[in-house]
């Protein structure tokens, strides 16, 4: 079996904004510091959640450095660097590397996209030039591009590869991931609402989004899966999947960005082209998170 990163809960980290749009690094730390006294197991820093793509590389730079100082080996930093530019990604992959980052979160090539086999070649070229270990993501929602079973079966194979972010929202994909690759590569699930039907197939844990504001609820729900207690982890996942739900109701990270300031976190805005949340979505949002004594 391959060595994991993390199993259980990482939080895919917002990215803060102060009120002139400038990145928050107080904030972040803020933030980074309530995740790991909450219980979390990893930090995925500067992800789709975090916005880097509208983040410059010296920004990208100055995040990825932060969280490793920050957690200071408390609990894995995962360094999304991912990009549709395979040099750009290796640029960006080494300053993670040279910052201390535990792996990388490493997304599939977007609009210019490639062939399943560009893909291989894509990550080979990357993982040839550093020595951590990566997590694949397979989001074809955003990318237009979907990892196909033989270009799976073919990644399990190299070392580096520890595992896939599966967000596809497509479980018989998973169940086929797990049937032809078993442990050569670990699956974690993308999509909150599917993190206990992924761990129930032998998913490894899950990247997660609603863990930005229910860490603790998160962590107990894939401990309680790797316990195998599916029904514990059930019941959370039924409780808050309203939660879950309201917070995919718009454009991730819009509507975790909202709830987190209702819940006085002050973690801004985002930036353009992502835009403050409809009124009618955040309004049943705020009802959700008074539901459920969040604010």
Do not use: W
């Not at 992800?47 to 932060?66: F, I, P, Q, W, Y």
């Not at 595992?163 to 049937?179: D, F, H, P, Q």
């Not at 109701?249 to 973690?267: F, L, Q, R, T």
């Not at 805005?269 to 459920?292: F, T």
């Amino acid at each position: 079996m391959k060595s994991l990163i993390f199993t259980g809960t990482a939080t895919a980290l917002i990215t803060p904004f102060k009120p002139n749009g400038e990145i928050d690094l107080e904030k972040y730390r803020e933030l980074i510091e309530f995740q790991i006294s909450s219980g979390v197991d990893a930090i995925v820093a500067v992800g789709t959640t975090g916005e880097n793509a509208v983040l410059s590389g010296e920004e990208h730079r100055a995040l990825m450095k932060c969280a490793v100082e920050t957690a200071c080996g408390r609990v894995p930093v995962i360094c999304s660097t991912g990009s549709n530019d395979t040099e750009y990604c290796i640029g960006t992959t080494t300053a993670a590397e040279e910052a201390g980052a535990d792996g990388l979160l490493l997304v599939t090539p977007y609009y210019n996209k490639c062939t399943q086999n560009g893909l291989i070649k894509h990550y080979e070229r990357i993982l040839s030039k550093t020595k951590l270990p990566a997590i694949v993501y397979n989001v074809p929602s955003r990318t237009g591009f979907n990892i196909s079973i033989g270009t799976y079966k073919e990644l399990s194979k190299h070392l580096q590869i520890v595992g896939t972010k599966e967000a596809s929202g497509n479980m018989a994909l998973a169940m086929e991931i797990r049937a032809q690759c078993g442990d050569d590569m670990p699956l974690y699930s993308g999509n909150d609402d599917l993190t206990v039907p992924m761990m129930a197939i032998g998913g490894k844990g899950v990247i997660s989004v609603l863990s930005n504001i229910l860490p603790k609820t998160t962590h107990e729900m894939t401990e309680y899966c790797l316990g195998k207690d599916f029904d514990k982890a059930s019941e959370l996942a039924f409780e808050y999947l309203d939660l879950t739900n309201a917070l995919f109701s718009e454009v991730n990270p819009i509507p975790v960005k909202a709830a987190m300031n209702m819940m006085g976190m002050n973690v801004g805005g985002c930036r353009l082209p992502l835009c403050e949340m409809g009124a009618e979505n955040k309004e049943k949002l705020r009802q959700i998170l008074i539901r459920h004594g969040l604010i």
